[in-house]
């Protein structure tokens, strides 16, 4: 009895708030609870540019390598609008075999592009879908016009279909894309909470989204972005305090169990009002905790144009064991090598898998000895060295 004792005694000692910047962090604990607390966080976007009319009801956004694709909202036509990195339109691309009802969300993969169509403000659809796209096709920067996929969903436990215009909790606006399924955010007018449903990558007929969890954000979530690399998430939302005078708020979620995105730590930062940012719709997030924001135009008791805004929440991120772990950091060695006119990349301890990918998780070269000549010379940019089980953020000018 005495042993057993001890060792439920030493298990709940492990279990805690393991994030150093929380309210409540546990020192002893190894494994995290989801139970971390956090002060009042405040954080100022930066404002990239303001956005064209073309796009003034964007209500999503994904990067892909130098560009933002964006899209408008229901009323509109099914086109993707592609940007560049300071907001500028640079091509309207025709999606066909497409309506767009209400497009609400974006999500994209290794081989896709997906297109929610499942904006639902009366709470009474039942012709909800998403729109797949060949990823190559819409990259392509000579088309302007690709090929889509219908495909059709409904809630799992949705019963009832009776109009309830922003007094329902059947509306949505965000989703992502995981290696094997869709995860959709709803946005619940009536208790303030979101739900998550799980999809499949593929199907036919009508598919069941299946509900997994919900969580209380005070507020209502517009969109939703997942870094597959260090397994975090970030949902975009606001809330009305009265008269429409929005406030805008983002829940960074990491460090959780596997599809179990409430599981962690879930941090609410604060960023602007209606007066500064707008209507806050569309967020991406890379694998350095930096992304863009996009908001769409206000035109009520005041005029502000759709913009674009990029962040950098690393900072949130420092008790993570993702790509602030630099605890190997200084047994590595990264430069470029003028002589050799490349660059040259030395490792200190012995490993047993080592390779460089980018940020949406590719493969760009495998390592095979613990000094590399020559890395890596026709690439340029962010990318990380993936050493067994710690990442290390890579720059190439």
């Known amino acids: 009895m005495v042993s057993l004792s001890l060792l439920t005694n030493t298990l709940r000692a492990q279990s805690g708030c393991t994030d150093p910047q929380a309210n409540n962090h546990d020192p002893s604990a190894v494994i995290n609870d989801g139970s971390c607390t956090y002060a009042p966080t405040n954080y100022t976007l930066t404002l990239v540019n303001n956005l064209s009319d073309t796009v003034q009801e964007t209500s999503g956004i994904f990067e892909e390598g130098n560009f933002l694709y964006t899209f408008n909202d229901s009323g509109n036509g099914p086109k993707l609008y592609e940007l560049t990195s300071n907001g500028t339109l640079n091509r309207t691309i025709h999606v066909l075999n497409a309506t767009n009802v209400d497009w609400e969300a974006i999500a994209s993969d290794a081989n896709y592009i997906y297109i929610g169509d499942f904006g639902n403000n009366n709470g009474n659809r039942q012709d909800l879908c998403v729109y797949r796209i060949a990823k190559p096709a819409v990259l392509n920067a000579t088309n302007d016009t690709v090929a889509s996929e219908k495909r059709v969903f409904k809630w799992g436990d949705q019963v009832q279909f009776t109009s309830a215009p922003n007094a329902n909790n059947f509306d949505c606006e965000s989703f992502f894309a ?69 406030t ?139 050493l067994d089980d710690q990442s290390h953020p890579l720059y190439l000018p």
């Open 178 to 246: 995981t290696s094997d399924s869709l995860f959709l955010f709803t946005k619940n007018w009536v208790d303030l909470k979101t739900r998550y449903y799980a999809l499949p990558k593929a199907w036919a007929d009508t598919a069941i989204a299946v509900l997994r969890d919900s969580f209380y954000v005070n507020g209502l979530i517009t969109d939703a972005h997942y870094d597959s690399i260090h397994q975090r998430v970030v949902l975009l939302g606001y809330k009305n305090n009265g008269s429409n005078f929005y």
């Open 248 to 386: 805008s708020f983002v829940y960074a979620l990491w460090d959780f169990s596997p599809h179990s995105y409430f599981s962690g730590n879930k941090r609410r930062i604060e960023v602007g009002n209606v007066l500064t940012v707008g209507q806050t719709e569309g967020i991406t997030l890379d694998a350095f905790a930096h992304g863009y924001l996009t908001s769409e135009k206000v035109s009520s008791f005041v005029v502000i144009p759709p913009k674009l805004f990029s962040y950098d929440f690393s900072p949130y991120f420092s008790g993570d064991a993702g790509i602030e772990n630099t605890k190997k950091e200084n047994r590595i060695s990264f430069f470029y090598d003028s002589a050799k006119a490349g660059y040259t990349l030395k490792i200190y301890d012995s490993f047993k898998q080592a390779r460089i990918i980018d940020l949406s998780g590719k493969t760009l070269q495998v390592i095979k000895s613990s000094y590399t000549e020559g890395i890596l010379s026709t690439f340029h940019g962010k990318a990380f060295l993936i």
